[in-house]
Structures are given as C-alpha cells and as structure tokens.
C-alpha cells in the first residue's frame, strides 16, 4: 500500500493536467478550486437523518472527487477538506456533543483503491474522530442491483464496536446519493446502543435517478 505522502509526492513529480476540467500543469486550477467553496445545506435520508452535505455532486465538482477516489490522486484532499470540514461543522454545530464516526470503506472498494477516501478527507479536517463502524459483511456492486435489491443488499452490511453505547453520533461520509448507506449506519450505531444524531457529507446528488451520477462511486451503492 502506497502512503499519502508517497502519494502526494508521485502528484508533483510527474505532471498531471486539471483534475474538474483536464487544464494542463495544475493537479486542480484555480476556477475548478473555487467551484469546492462550500455551500451547505441539510438534506434527510429517507429514514429521517438530517445530513448537512456541502457541494453538489456533478460536472467539474464530480470530476474533481472522481479523480481523487478511483485515481488515487489523494494530494486532492486539501482542497477536499474544505467543503466536507465545513459540512461537519455544520453537523456539530447542532449537536456539539456528538463523536465523529465515519461510514468505512467497503472491502470490496478498500481493496480496489487501497486506501479509504473519508479517512483521508478526514484527518486533513484536523477533527477527532472514531472508527465505531466496520463492515459487517460483502455487499454486492449496487450499481447492477434495481432499487429494492439494494436496501436489501445494505440491510445489515455495517456493525458498530460496543465502544458507541451510549453515545451520540455524527455520521460522515463523502457522497449522499440515495441515503440508504447512512441509513444503515444509524441501524448498526442503534444495534450497539449508540444514537446517530446528524449526518455530514463533502457532496451529494442532484439527480438521484440517473445512473451516470453513480459511476465509479459505489462503495455501499454509490453513497
Ligand atoms: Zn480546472
């Protein structure tokens, strides 16, 4: 497994084009930069969670976390950081007391990229957070399931440690799609006898019913 730092050096040395809009020499321009400034706004998930989501997820904003998650281009998670940062604080902001628990990477998508993507965008954020979710068990590729294949491909696919009892959670992620990962996660925190309280995520998506908006994302189902 290649470290971030390795990462971010390999970024430098060999010369990579505009990963929003394909500019030469620069591993992000300025106008795609600033196209990450935040906007955030609450959204729910169909089982009621209000996620505080920061950036919408389409043109040059995908392009940019595409890149960053199916091509390793980690050195893109400081300019990352921002928006999700400031969709956490938003989160906390309604509930201070709240822990930080990211949804993990699937193993399926763990394996392919070798590194989890909210991790990263994570700890560049500077927030403490805690590893209370794991993946319970292998999910299918969503993208190939219809719609009620995969809740049910999801039902179950996270557990929390015990360590989350009794505690309040905020759920972060990178992408909400259809909300039914998060919606697991609060399932498994409950289980434990934890509360999800909020949820944040760096960007969500406008349209939630064309299958383009999912390529490449699917982690648990493209959120
Ligand atoms: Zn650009």
Redesign the pocket.
């Known amino acids: 497994m290649i470290s971030d730092a390795l990462r971010d050096a390999r970024a430098l040395l060999f010369p990579v084009d505009?990963a929003?809009?394909g500019?030469p020499d620069r591993g992000?321009?300025d106008?795609?930069a600033a196209l990450l400034r935040p906007a955030v706004t609450p959204r729910t998930t169909p089982g009621g969670l209000v996620v505080h989501t920061a950036l919408r997820y389409e043109s040059?904003v995908r392009r940019v976390i595409l890149t960053f998650k199916e091509e390793g281009r980690t050195d893109l998670a400081r300019h990352l950081s921002w928006p999700f940062g400031e969709a956490i604080r938003a989160g906390l902001a309604e509930h201070p007391e709240a822990l930080i628990v990211p949804v993990p990477a699937s193993r399926a998508g763990y394996r392919r990229r070798g590194f989890d993507p909210v991790r990263i965008l994570l700890r560049r954020t500077g927030r403490r957070f805690e590893r209370m979710l794991v993946p319970a068990r292998t999910t299918a590729v969503q993208k190939s399931l219809g719609r009620l294949e995969r809740a049910d491909n999801l039902r179950d696919a996270l557990a929390a440690r015990p360590g989350v009892a009794g505690r309040s959670v905020l759920l972060v992620d990178d992408i909400l799609t259809s909300g039914a990962t998060l919606d697991e996660a609060v399932r498994a925190i409950a289980a434990a006898g934890g509360e999800a309280v909020g949820g944040a995520t760096m960007a969500f998506t406008p349209r939630l019913h064309r299958s383009r908006d999912m390529t490449g994302t699917e982690d648990y189902g493209g959120d």
């Open positions: 505009c929003g809009c500019a992000l321009c106008d795609c040059e």
